[in-house]
């Protein structure tokens, strides 16, 4: 275990770094900059180590190129590798609040995740804890997870290239990635276990490995879908960049709190073949092999699944649900599900299963008798709803009832009867592909969980090919 204490601490060492770095900004005091921005933020909780501090008496740090409510991501360097090659690394930096059960939990499931079969096309398309290790400051331990690098999340590369669009031209391409990230998926649920789409209202939540912010859980969607650096080339000339662009920060007393860098500019053309997505932060995933059915809310609101809003329990189905909502989400730029009538009005679970009944058709009575063979279950602990109330069962958290004693709908008047799935297809799927992609969304987009196709069957669906 190291000691972390003052300004530049002895257990980090400085590194002789040359040419002389340019001086940072100065940011002013009283506006708050990423982490400060999280409820519940106290600066002591966080490490506030510098570029150039030596983590573990392995790791030389580089830039802060992410953060959350609970911790920062540092991009380090660790030494050189065979034939000089540099190896850089993500290091997900805890709050000393982020308790060594939580972090440990997380480790765990890193290493569970990494020990399935090798021979499965998905188990390299996993971002998972490489190395730990544990960091002392004045205020108490902070764990320390080691990653892999990623360069953009999956919307921030589909800006880069395509400015925000997927056209015809490039669909083939998403196509391939798609096929990925369905292998992964596979490796997921059928090798491991594991549903990526655990996010619990009352647990932590937790930071990405590549970009500012995400307080919405570890829920399957594009902020976690991470793209590989296409050239290690990429971070030399970021790491470069520093010197001369180095991170504005806030100098508060002892602490310092530095401006994320982590944009790592645009792509080298050339070498865009070898970028490949992973599914990643994993610190809230749920093994789906246990005998209790799983009941509290998950997922972001435009994502909730139907068995999520009627509480009949959710299970690796979820996953696909949200997969296809990711997909839809991708390659239309928009999302398909609102949950409201206009951007100003708070998210409604009834009207998101309005907008689902003009989608997806009536709900299946199966369902309907599955919600009240269940109506008696509670979650526990209880939870906060986005109303603040604490609530142990989906009718409460979400404002239920839905449907009265015979099965009809409540809320008729939310139905948005004009809406079509054929109508609203993305700009990218050309007329003689649409029934095709149209079959392919609806294999995932189903009302009942059991009738949604694995990861393993949907690899292997027409669409990919046409």
């Not at 100065?26 to 106290?42: F, M, Q, S, V, W």
């Not at 740090?61 to 050189?80: D, M």
């Not at 982020?98 to 971002?127: F, I, P, Q």
Request: with cysteine.
């Amino acid at each position: 275990m190291h000691r972390f204490s003052g300004r530049i601490p002895m257990l980090l060492r400085r590194q002789p770094s040359t040419p002389r770095p340019a001086v940072p900004i100065a940011l002013p005091l009283h506006i708050p900059i990423d982490e400060e921005k999280t409820p519940g933020y106290k600066r002591e909780n966080f490490l506030h180590p510098n570029p150039g501090d030596l983590l573990d008496g392995r790791y030389s740090l580089k830039a802060k190129i992410g953060w959350g409510s609970s911790s920062t991501v540092w991009l380090a360097e660790k030494g050189r590798g065979w034939f000089g090659r540099q190896k850089y690394f993500a290091i997900k930096i805890g709050t000393n609040g982020y308790s060594e059960g939580e972090a440990m939990k997380e480790l765990a499931m890193s290493k569970h995740l990494a020990s399935g079969d090798n021979e499965h096309r998905g188990h390299s398309l996993l971002v998972t804890a490489l190395d730990h290790f544990t960091v002392e400051s004045r205020n108490g331990p902070h764990i320390c997870l080691v990653f892999e690098p990623m360069r953009d999340p999956l919307w921030l590369y589909r800006r880069r290239l395509a400015a925000g669009k997927i056209t015809a031209t490039i669909l083939p391409l998403i196509k391939v990635y798609i096929r990925a990230m369905l292998y992964a998926l596979d490796y997921l649920h059928s090798d491991r276990h594991v549903i990526h789409t655990g996010n619990s209202p009352f647990l932590t939540s937790s930071v990405a490995l590549h970009t500012s912010s995400d307080l919405d859980g570890t829920d399957l969607k594009l902020d976690n879908i991470l793209m590989s650096f296409e050239h290690t080339s990429v971070i030399d000339c970021f790491v470069q960049c520093q010197l001369a662009n180095p991170m504005p920060r806030k100098v508060i007393g002892d602490d310092i709190v530095y401006l994320c860098h982590n944009d790592f500019g645009d792509f080298q053309q050339e070498h865009l073949k070898y970028m490949v997505p992973k599914i990643a932060d994993f610190g809230l995933a749920q093994r789906g092999d246990g005998a209790e059915p799983l009941l509290h809310p998950i997922q972001p609101n435009h994502c909730h699944a139907p068995e999520v809003m009627l509480g009949t329990g959710w299970s690796y189905s979820a996953d696909i649900w949200n997969f296809g909502i990711m997909l839809w989400d991708l390659l239309a730029g928009r999302e398909l599900f609102l949950g409201r009538q206009t951007d100003k009005q708070d998210y409604s679970a009834a009207q998101h299963l309005a907008e689902m009944v003009a989608l997806l058709g009536p709900v299946p009575e199966a369902l309907l008798q599955r919600q009240r063979d269940m109506a008696h279950w509670r979650w526990a602990p209880a939870a906060l709803n986005p109303k603040g109330i604490l609530c142990n069962n989906a009718a409460d958290y979400f404002g239920g009832p839905f449907f009265d004693n015979d099965g009809k709908f409540m809320h008729d008047s939310l139905i948005p009867f004009h809406r079509q799935l054929g109508k609203e297809l993305p700009d990218c799927i050309l007329l003689e592909d649409a029934d095709r992609f149209l079959r392919f969304i609806k294999r995932m987009l189903c009302w009942l969980p059991e009738d949604r196709a694995t990861a393993k069957a949907l690899v292997q669906d027409p669409w990919h090919l046409s």
